[in-house]
C-alpha cells in the first residue's frame, strides 16, 4: 500500500523549545492533515492543507503542504507541556479516477516535553 | 452533538469468540471508517463506507464485516477473533470524502487471548 515516511519517530525536548516534524511520501497527495492523539483518546484534526505551497497555523503551530505535493511539515513554536502527545499527519491520494481517496496515515511522532 | 461513540471501550475475547463493535454518529455524515492502531504502525484503514449502503475494503479488512444500514450508524463484526487482532480500533466520520476532516471515536480496545 501507499507508505507516508514520518519523522522523526519520537521527541524529547524542553519547555520552551520549538519542534519540527515531517512527513513525506513518493505518492502525490490531494490534502494533508496533522492530528493529535492525546493518551487515550482518537486523533485530534489541528491543521488540514489543500493546496500545494499552503503555509497554515493554528496558535503555536504552523504546517505546510509541500509545492511537489509529496511532503508536509509541522512547526510548534515555544513548546509546552500539554502538547505532549502523538502527532499524526494524514494525506488523501491523488485518483486518477475522481472522486475522493482513502486516507493515508503516518506511523506517529511521540513528543514529550520536559517542564 | 454526541459526535462520533464507540462502544464498548474495553473487550476481551477468547480465540474464536466473535463480536461487533459499535459506531455512531449524530453529524449526517456521509462518510464513515474504521481503522486500528497499533504500536509503531500508525492508524491502518480496515474499512470504510462512503454513505448508506455501501461499504469497501481498506488496507487490512481480513477477518472483518462491516455493514451501512443507515447513516448515522457503522458496525465493526469480528468472525472468529484471532491474537493478531488485539488492537485499538477507531471509528471516523466525515462530511464527505476521506480526505475531509475525519472526526474520531475514543476508541475500542480489544484484547484477543
Known amino acids: 500500500g501507499q507508505q507516508l515516511n514520518q519523522s522523526p519517530q519520537s521527541m524529547f525536548i524542553q519547555e520552551g523549545e520549538d519542534v519540527s516534524m515531517n512527513c513525506t511520501s513518493s505518492?502525490?497527495?490531494?490534502?494533508w492533515l496533522w492530528y493529535k492523539q492525546d493518551p487515550g483518546e482518537g486523533p485530534v484534526l489541528l491543521i488540514a492543507l489543500y493546496k500545494a505551497g499552503e503555509l497554515t497555523s493554528n496558535g503555536r503551530l504552523t504546517a505546510q503542504f509541500g509545492i511537489t505535493r509529496k511532503d508536509s511539515f509541522l512547526n510548534i513554536s515555544a513548546s509546552i507541556p500539554s502538547d505532549v502527545g502523538i502527532y499524526f499527519c494524514?494525506?488523501?491520494?491523488?485518483?486518477?479516477?475522481?472522486?475522493?481517496?482513502?486516507?493515508?496515515f503516518g506511523k506517529g511522532t511521540k513528543l514529550t516535553v520536559n517542564p | 452533538n454526541a459526535g462520533v461513540t464507540q462502544t464498548p471501550k474495553f473487550q476481551v475475547l477468547k480465540t474464536g469468540q466473535s463480536m461487533t463493535l459499535q459506531c455512531a454518529q449524530d453529524?449526517?455524515?456521509?462518510?464513515m471508517s474504521w481503522y486500528r492502531q497499533d504500536p509503531g504502525m500508525g492508524l491502518r484503514l480496515i474499512h470504510y463506507?462512503?454513505?448508506?449502503?455501501?461499504?469497501d475494503q481498506g488496507e487490512v479488512p481480513n477477518g472483518y464485516n462491516v455493514s451501512r444500514s443507515t447513516t448515522e450508524d457503522f458496525p465493526l463484526r469480528l468472525l472468529s477473533a484471532a491474537p493478531s487482532q488485539t488492537s485499538v480500533y477507531f471509528c471516523?466520520?466525515?462530511?464527505?470524502?476521506?480526505?475531509?476532516?475525519?472526526?474520531f471515536g475514543p476508541g475500542t480496545r480489544l484484547t484477543v487471548l
Open positions: 453529524m449526517n455524515h456521509e462518510y
Open positions: 505518492s502525490i497527495f490531494n490534502t
Open positions: 471516523a466520520s466525515s462530511y464527505s470524502g476521506g480526505g475531509n476532516e475525519q472526526f
Open positions: 463506507s462512503v454513505g448508506a449502503g455501501i461499504t
Open positions: 494524514a494525506g488523501q491520494l491523488v485518483s486518477p479516477q475522481g472522486g475522493s481517496e482513502k486516507l493515508v
